[in-house]
């Protein structure tokens, strides 16, 4: 199945430019709001009431997930699989409590500003912050590729490859860097505030819309179409048995533990920026509530998409939205684009700020505990212009990165033969590195 570009790639780059003044002016508004109250700019701290907390928090940790690869989970593993996650919320009010809300109390009397600051903390092990850190910023440089590279994807489908993906991809990197660098944790965390209000709205627009161009608005002959198209979505484990019995515990305690204490964007979070005691605990119980609310947008989706559209592959089941959205384009064209605007700004909003805040906790790292730190590292220049070339370089690599992701596909693109030199090497390098591998182990032994 494809999908049919309802965007021109004018209007695509028109909201893009929009979306980035947004982003401006939330850097320079908190900037300026901090000079005002403080007289300086810290980029890597903050202390936020419980609306800006929960809020960064669900849009930190969500990702590109909800409007790509979980609708397109959900359409595939079934009912099972959702409840297998909701499974996840009974759990975090009881493992926040338990252990963030004790980082927290610690926090107000060490002052916080890495995820490693915490283990140096309780363990006094350099060696450990180093390996801690060096797994974080290994793990982030791809993560923070995906998402970015995900926001390309989008702007493609939504104009049918009017916009080039890879420069779309590009542009978002440098935008994500430019406003880190201008507004650090403080601007990204009221960014992600309203950003996280709009693509909750914008996931369930979509649903609701599309309830009621394909199903008349109703809900349940969506279930009753998918309950006799496809019964096994309904079952336990699910259509292809994903969801087993041990999973119901090992999964969602997993998450349970990844939403809290792995990720370092979420860990901070969770851990360090709440103002007071009861911020805190108001995350803690009032972020599930969200996450149940996303998750079950998300789910819905799959759902409706399954009953319209039950013959997806694999692959083209992360693309549910768009290819929603070209339903509704064959009675409604004006409203399937504004859904396709909504989808576009939706995936930007939860994309970007994933990114934004890992790039923002990975600069802090680098500087805090590797220069400095471990480093011993001391500069002439003042603390929040070496965190600012600290944001540049990292966000240069991750730039880089994604580059050689794009680059074999640019100097070798589908519409032209590759090089008879190229495909030689493609046939010879493979053996030729066997033996190579051959002569290294046997690189100390005397043959004499």
């Not at 202390?47 to 590109?64: D, E, G, H, L, Q």
């Not at 969770?270 to 996303?294: C, E, H, N, T, W």
């Not at 794009?406 to 053996?431: C, H, M, Q, S, W």
Request: hydrophobic share 50%; aromatic share 14%; with cysteine.
């Amino acid at each position: 199945m494809t999908t049919q570009g309802l965007l021109s790639g004018r209007t695509v780059w028109i909201v893009f430019a929009a979306y980035f003044l947004f982003l401006i002016a939330i850097a320079r508004y908190t900037t300026w709001k901090e000079k005002r109250d403080a007289g300086r700019v810290d980029l890597q701290g903050g202390r936020f009431k419980w609306p800006v907390m929960v809020m960064t928090y669900i849009a930190s940790c969500m990702s590109v997930w909800v409007f790509f690869a979980g609708p397109g989970a959900y359409y595939r593993y079934g009912l099972g699989y959702f409840f297998s996650e909701m499974c996840i919320y009974s759990m975090f009010p009881i493992i926040c409590y338990f252990t963030m809300t004790k980082v927290w109390l610690v926090n107000q009397q060490k002052h916080f500003t890495t995820p490693a600051d915490f283990f140096y903390c309780r363990y006094r092990s350099k060696a450990l912050t180093v390996i801690i850190d060096l797994v974080y910023i290994v793990c982030a440089v791809p993560f923070i590729s995906a998402v970015l590279v995900a926001g390309g994807r989008a702007a493609e489908v939504a104009t049918g490859g009017a916009v080039s993906s890879q420069t779309f991809t590009l542009i978002c990197g440098i935008i994500m860097t430019v406003f880190v660098m201008l507004g650090g944790v403080k601007s990204t965390a009221l960014a992600d505030a309203v950003q996280g209000w709009f693509f909750i709205l914008a996931l369930w627009a979509i649903i609701f819309v599309t309830l009621k161009v394909v199903f008349n608005g109703s809900l349940i002959e969506a279930f009753q179409t998918v309950r006799v198209q496809t019964p096994d979505w309904f079952s336990y484990p699910g259509p292809i048995g994903v969801c087993t019995y041990p999973s119901r515990v090992s999964y969602p305690l997993a998450c349970a533990f990844g939403y809290t204490l792995l990720l370092p964007q979420v860990f901070v979070r969770s851990g360090y920026y709440s103002a007071g005691l009861k911020d805190q605990r108001q995350m803690a119980f009032l972020a599930p509530f969200l996450q149940i609310i996303v998750w079950g947008g998300t789910m819905l989706i799959g759902l409706v998409a399954l009953a319209a559209m039950p013959d997806l592959t694999s692959s083209e089941t992360e693309l549910v939205i768009p290819y929603m959205c070209n339903i509704i384009a064959g009675t409604h064209g004006v409203l399937a684009q504004i859904l396709m605007i909504v989808f576009l700004i939706g995936v930007l909003a939860v994309g970007l700020s994933t990114a934004n805040a890992l790039l923002m906790v990975m600069s802090s790292i680098i500087y805090k505990d590797l220069l400095v730190g471990i480093g011993h590292c001391k500069f002439k220049a003042s603390e929040t212009s070496v965190v600012r070339v600290v944001i540049l370089l990292f966000g240069a690599v991750t730039l880089g990165t994604i580059i050689t992701r794009f680059l074999p596909f640019l100097l070798f693109p589908d519409n032209k033969p590759i090089p008879k030199v190229v495909e030689y090497l493609g046939r010879t390098l493979p053996a030729a590195m066997m033996g190579l591998l051959v002569v290294y182990c046997l690189r100390n032994v005397d043959i004499a």
